[in-house]
């Protein structure tokens, strides 16, 4: 099947640093894509090279199978799109502004729009200068959903949003996958991506850093562990325990254990409960703490 | 109103169209009502006119020079200075809107996202530039025609339409600088500087000529020179001049075409 988007040697320089250097990025189509790094990272930039809003200074970005520059019209036409900056007309109304929208789009079922506006509770009779930044940001996702597009492309679709809101977002988000759309969605909200994303990307100064399944990264995720015994317990027998990391033991009369552990936990568990245990803390892992370790490393373990 | 970029441009330049167009009906309706006390002391200032040197007189008042004729009175008055400036300002401030307001406003993007298409964008903004100017075009005319009939002082129809036509070539001559300058730079400012620019410039040069044996040579320059200079009206209909005129604007949007469909657009 062709690639949703396949970026080759993508580089765009802006004078000196910023942008992004020899992107190879492949999103297949049906998957939910997370496209994840921190701010001036190069998200924005590959979005509006993905859209031809801004020409690559090399290589190219096909889109849907298209190259992104020489097939614009017909990329767009497929496409639904979210900017991360949105700005609409201040002095037309929500309905308005959709309805100018869906025009300029064509082929878009107003009912869509009417389903969508009413679960996103947007306000639709109120002037745009008169909305919150997350109530304009509610007309940008539905002007991105309502044409039922084969690739969504949305920046930092949640910001700003309210929990409510973004819960339906999540919906949406399924939905398009249950109903074989893509989705290319960027975000430095790591639950976020985590909650709604098949595979994400890491970026960071324009450059891929690694690429993951969302399920093989909480997988290889990195715990810090806390056991405390009811007598103290040699740390010595901790070391060299599968996935174990680092061992250290405090706490009055050493009965306190803390273990950095790497994958699976089984060999750890096991051998823990070869003493009396009174309690036991894992921090859950996130998907910022494995982002960080990509960072921190420079992305020596990326895949 | 809101069906693609053309009717929402349209739509969004009502308001200054109504306003200038007031402004204009205003202006011509208080001229032609003091014309008949102008007549009267006719003989004084044709007589403070006739001893301006030749050049001034024929650089500001027409060839003629008449003040005291309806059609000298009405070239001196309105068609000299005054609605040359009325339609350059008012094209280059359509213009600036066009293109360069839409970037700056952050708009274009989510324009061009929605298949619009660089091309027809251009196209469709150009083309409501084309229709708000002539419809200034069409009032001014209408209210000359109207006030110079209450006066007392026909002018004729035709007489008027062919100068109002020239002006509002001119305009939009001007204007598409503005929209070519804002649509490959992005930047309002800059599109009204050129625009502003060019039209003093040409302004000058083309008064200037007809002063200075030197810098007339140079007259062909100026889009003043096409467009009537300061007598429009009376002249008849200079096809050469109207075709100039329309040349360069097709030159002008031409060039935004090529110059925008290039660059990159700003967040």
Not at chain 1, 44 to 66: K, Q, Y
Not at chain 1, 114 to 136: F, Q, Y
Not at chain 2, 243 to 266: K, Y
Request: aromatic share 8%; charged share 20%; net charge neutral.
């Amino acid at each position: 099947m062709t690639a949703a988007i396949r970026t080759e040697k993508l580089t765009k320089s802006y004078g000196k640093s910023r942008g992004i250097v020899t992107l190879d990025l492949e999103v297949e189509a049906g998957e939910v894509f997370g496209f994840l790094g921190p701010n001036g990272a190069g998200k924005t930039t590959t979005i509006r090279v993905l859209l031809d809003l801004i020409r690559p200074t090399t290589g190219r970005a096909l889109v849907l199978g298209r190259d992104s520059h020489r097939d614009t019209l017909a990329i767009q036409a497929r496409c639904g799109y979210l900017p991360g900056e949105l700005r609409l007309y201040p002095n037309l109304t929500g309905r308005e502004t959709l309805r100018y929208l869906a025009n300029l789009r064509g082929g878009v079922e107003w009912d869509r729009v009417d389903e969508l506006g009413e679960r996103l509770d947007c306000d639709l009779t109120k002037k745009v200068a008169d909305l919150s930044s997350g109530n304009k940001r509610k007309l940008g996702l539905v002007s991105a959903f309502m044409a039922r597009p084969e690739l969504l492309i949305l920046d930092e679709p949640t910001s700003g949003l309210d929990p409510l809101v973004q819960h339906e977002f999540y919906a949406l988000v399924d939905e398009a996958r249950d109903t074989g759309q893509t989705v290319f969605l960027s975000s430095h909200v790591l639950p976020e991506v985590q909650r709604v994303c098949d595979r994400v990307a890491f970026i960071r100064e324009g450059e891929l850093i690694a690429l993951e399944d969302v399920s093989s990264l909480t997988g290889r995720a990195v715990r810090e562990i806390e056991v405390v015994f009811a007598e103290a317990v040699p740390p010595a027998a901790f070391e060299g325990v599968a996935g174990v990391t680092q061992v250290s033991v405090d706490g009055k009369n050493a009965t306190t254990l803390r273990l950095t552990v790497t994958g699976p936990l089984d060999a750890v568990i096991k051998k823990v409960g070869e003493f009396r245990v009174l309690d036991l803390t894992s921090r859950l892992p996130d998907l910022e703490d494995v982002f960080m370790t990509f960072y921190a490393d420079g992305g020596d373990d990326a895949a | 109103m809101l069906r693609d970029a053309f009717s929402k441009s349209l739509r969004d330049q009502v308001r200054p169209l109504v306003m200038w167009a007031l402004g204009v009906a205003f202006y011509v309706a208080l001229l032609l009502s003091i014309y008949p006390s102008i007549r009267h002391s006719a003989g004084q200032l044709q007589g403070y006119i006739g001893s301006l040197p030749s050049a001034v007189r024929a650089a500001f008042l027409g060839p003629g020079g008449d003040f005291s004729s309806p059609v000298g009175f009405v070239n001196v008055e309105l068609l000299s200075w005054l609605a040359p400036v009325v339609f350059i300002a008012f094209a280059v401030s359509i213009a600036a809107r066009a293109l360069a307001g839409e970037e700056e406003n952050g708009t274009l993007s989510l324009l061009l996202t929605h298949t619009v298409g660089r091309r027809r964008l251009v196209l469709q903004k150009y083309a409501a530039m084309v229709v708000i100017v002539v419809a200034l075009g069409v009032v001014f005319w209408l209210a000359l025609l109207v006030a110079t009939a209450i006066a007392g002082t026909p002018v004729g129809a035709g007489a008027l339409a062919e100068a109002l036509l020239r002006l509002t070539l001119l305009g939009l001559a001007v204007g598409s600088v503005t929209f070519a300058v804002g649509g490959a730079i992005g930047s309002r400012q800059a599109g009204i500087a050129a625009g502003a620019g060019v039209g003093v410039a040409m302004y000058l040069l083309n008064t200037l000529a007809q002063m200075n044996t030197t810098i007339r040579p140079f007259r062909f320059l100026s889009l003043f020179h096409y467009s009537g200079g300061a007598s429009p009206l009376g002249q008849g209909l200079d096809v050469v001049g109207v075709a100039v005129l329309l040349a360069t604007s097709a030159a002008l949007l031409a060039a935004t075409l090529v110059l925008f469909e290039r660059r990159d657009v700003r967040v």
